[in-house]
């Protein structure tokens, strides 16, 4: 899935912009306003030559010779002002277009299928987050600001040229179609590479965010200087993609000046000839060619804008890219206020790729309101697949899974979710305090005894207890502060706070010792009563007392039943807990 395909050209970017700027159209008018002030203070500063050489040094007319220096901080107070209110007006809005494009790509994000996760880096799309949008945020302010102002400024200057003197502002216009066409030449290289040091920068991203979280596998097995190598490799890459743009940037620069400054020449050889020279006053002269002077530097900044507003338009690119993703399919409306977690997969095939084919294969079971269901099977089988298919993070390729006999595709996602706790291979836990953590995504007022009571069940409240802060104990950036078997019993106090009907359990007994090991099965016992479970476990032991023991292979199920029963029938199961008990004695 590649999530840069350019799916908009630059002029359906710029309207999906402008979209963003719309509920601040007041504020972008005000500056626009303030940008003609501007503009026009930098003509009247032109057009102050005329009159200040005709009437203080050709006339000498005493009312031109007091007025001039009153005007002129006139005209200056005049320009701070409308200055300031440009960059102020243009800054505000600029902002709050980051602001609203954050939030809208936060919010897309966190609806985005796991799909789309499972193929895009974190870094990535940190990247995203943090630099297309602040890209962006230059285009608007900065790029839209010169292009606006220095445009006004041009014309403002060229219209008094023109008044000056019609027939040597020809010869400046006669540059013009030049000049745009190596504008829009370079336009589209500057697009092209601004591409490129995007992704750059999100490679970045995504090397020190792996390298940030495996740290400690950096460290055990020495990959320091093999990690120092990938990051180098695509530094070097950003680096040099942002020197091929400077250097289109430096080569364009002078170009553009050097047909500038042929105008400029052109001007001065017509206006110095003596059939000109009998037509003009000093006065017409020195405010021509102060007006075309004056020209240069907004040329020359509207054209360097535009490296700018290239990098605006490939990052809003990136940006709306994401925002076009589809977010997870939620069209049911059923609503089932409480579910009694009768679940049954009916003939369920899944594919992840098609190259890769059936992870899945026709698989069907019922479990009834109250029961354990326990899966067992090798190691990429297909169990975890298989119930993740329950809260819909994936969905079957053919067949149906319905819960309390309704396609669970008929509810909408959140009140499906809402009676499902999970308790996952890998447990996740949030930076936050322990009390919050047992208390994620429960959304009434949940008190402490609540918590201490879920604490309790959980086999968590004696340690929790003996921690100086007690409740109040951050955890650290997943709970790296707490042991496996602590964060184990957290993931279950939250479970059993949140007390759902449906309870997904995978191998959440994995790798403890003994002691832990009884304190997190008792835990899960006094967590899987009274609901529906769907378990997977590599420990056998945990799951002898389940209503239905299924045996995956290859996304297939193999056989099923009691544990008495397929022990009875020296099955496959028999043989994998023969295996066990050979290998660990308990
Ligand atoms: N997000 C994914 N995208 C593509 N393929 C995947 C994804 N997750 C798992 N797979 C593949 O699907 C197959 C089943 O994986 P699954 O995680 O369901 O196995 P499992 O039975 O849970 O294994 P284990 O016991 O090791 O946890 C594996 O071949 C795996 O490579
Ligand atoms: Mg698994």
Redesign the pocket.
């Known amino acids: 899935m590649n999530t840069d395909t350019p799916h908009l050209s630059p002029a359906q970017i710029y309207q999906r912009l402008l979209g963003y700027v719309k509920p601040y159209w007041l504020v972008f008018i005000a500056s626009v306003l303030a940008m003609l002030v501007s503009a026009a203070t930098e003509t009247s500063l032109a057009a102050m030559m005329k009159p200040l050489m005709d009437g203080s040094f050709v006339d000498r007319d005493p009312t031109i010779i007091k007025l001039m220096p009153i005007v002129l901080i006139g005209i200056f107070l005049l320009r701070g002002a409308a200055s300031f209110l440009t960059t102020y007006g243009l800054g505000w809005i600029s902002r709050n277009i980051v602001k609203n494009i954050r939030a809208e790509m936060f919010q897309n994000l966190i609806g985005l299928p796991t799909a789309y996760y499972?193929h895009n880096t974190s870094g990535q799309l940190m990247a995203k987050l943090i630099y297309d949008v602040e890209q962006v945020a230059d285009a608007t302010t900065r790029a839209i600001l010169v292009l606006i102002r220095d445009s006004l400024t041009i014309l403002g200057l060229l219209a008094w040229m023109f008044y000056l003197n019609g027939k040597l502002s020809l010869i400046i216009l006669i540059t013009a179609p030049l000049t745009a066409l190596l504008v829009y030449k370079i336009s589209y290289r500057f697009r092209r590479l601004s591409k490129n040091i995007q992704q750059s920068v999100g490679d970045v991203g995504h090397i020190s965010s792996e390298v940030i979280k495996g740290h400690r596998e950096v460290k055990i097995f020495g990959s320091q200087q093999y990690e120092y190598y990938r990051f180098e490799q695509i530094n070097q890459r950003n680096r040099r993609q942002m020197m091929k743009m400077i250097s289109t940037d430096a080569t364009s620069q002078p170009i553009i000046e050097l047909i500038s400054v042929l105008g400029l020449a052109g001007v001065i050889y017509f206006a110095t000839r003596p059939e000109m020279l009998e037509q003009i006053t000093v006065g017409t002269f020195i405010s021509f060619i102060t007006a075309m002077f004056m020209l240069l530097t907004p040329i020359k900044r509207i054209t360097k804008i535009n490296s700018g507003l290239q990098r605006g338009i490939a990052a809003a690119q990136s940006i709306f890219s994401l925002l076009d993703q589809q977010s997870e399919l939620d069209t049911g409306s059923y609503k089932l206020a409480q579910a009694k977690g009768d679940i049954r997969y009916d003939k369920v095939s899944f594919i992840?790729?098609e190259a890769?084919g059936n992870?899945l294969s026709n698989v069907s079971f019922h479990a009834k309101a109250g029961q354990t269901i326990a899966f067992v099977?090798?190691?990429?089988?297909?169990?975890?697949?298989?119930v993740s298919l329950l809260p819909r993070f994936y969905h079957p390729s053919s067949g149906t899974i319905s819960l309390d006999g309704i396609n669970i595709t008929d509810f909408p996602l959140a009140d499906l979710r809402q009676h499902i706790s999970l308790v996952n291979?890998q447990v996740i836990l949030f930076n936050d305090t322990i009390r919050n953590n047992i208390a994620y995504g429960t959304h009434d007022n949940i008190g402490d005894s609540d918590i201490i009571t879920a604490a309790k069940s959980a086999y968590a409240w004696d340690f929790i207890q003996a921690m100086p802060q007690g409740l109040d104990t951050l955890i650290g950036e997943n709970g790296l502060l707490l042991s496996g078997g602590q964060r184990q019993r957290i993931a279950i106090a939250r479970a059993l706070l949140r007390n759902t009907p449906i309870l997904i359990l995978d191998?959440a007994t994995a790798s403890l010792d003994s002691k832990s090991e009884r304190h997190i099965q008792a835990a899960l016992d006094n967590l899987m009563q009274a609901r529906t479970t769907l378990v997977?476990a590599?420990r056998l032991s945990t799951i002898e007392k389940a209503d239905c023991i299924i045996v995956?292979h290859n996304g297939h199920i193999m056989e099923s039943g009691t544990h008495a029963e397929l022990l009875a029938k020296k099955s496959h199961y028999a043989e994998l807990h023969r295996l066990q008990f050979q290998d660990s004695p308990a």
């Open positions: 499972d992840y790729d890769k992870v099977g090798h190691s990429g089988s297909g169990k975890s697949t298989l291979q191998e997977i590599h995956i």
